[in-house]
């Protein structure tokens, strides 16, 4: 059984950096890329970041570009997500997921076929 499980989330002030974690099980980690999105409230999910399977290529949307950061740890079965300078339009349920093959397109909630819970992280102005 796949699980993916967020954590690292909280309530923080504007300017203030977090760090998500995503840890995998039941599944092959190396063999899938691995994204992370977020919902606020009243919003569609939205495409965050999105690192491929060996690492060696990443993607990030235009509104967290240069202050947030996708990695992953293969031995560790993890994807983090690294979050600087937050803003207040930065809160919402983060999720991260996993797309088998990493043949699809990265920036698309479609393409990925398991999800997290999501982890909730609040900014404050």
């Known amino acids: 059984q796949v699980q993916l499980v967020e954590s690292g989330g909280g309530l923080v002030q504007a300017g203030d950096s977090l760090r998500l974690s995503c840890a995998a099980s039941?599944?092959?980690?190396?063999?899938?890329?691995m994204g992370w999105f977020r919902q606020a409230p009243g919003k569609e999910r939205e495409f965050v970041a999105a690192r491929s399977r060996s690492g060696g290529a990443t993607y990030y949307a235009d509104s967290v570009k240069g202050r947030f950061t996708i990695s992953r740890d293969n031995a560790k079965n993890t994807v983090y997500l690294q979050m600087n300078s937050l803003k207040p339009e930065d809160t919402a349920v983060y999720y991260c997921?996993?797309?088998?093959?990493?043949?699809?397109?990265?920036?698309?909630?479609?393409?990925?076929?398991?999800w997290g819970q999501g982890t909730q992280v609040t900014v404050s102005s």
């Open positions: 039941g599944l092959t980690f190396s063999s899938y890329a």
């Open positions: 997921a996993a797309e088998r093959g990493g043949y699809r397109p990265p920036t698309l909630r479609e393409s990925y076929d398991y």
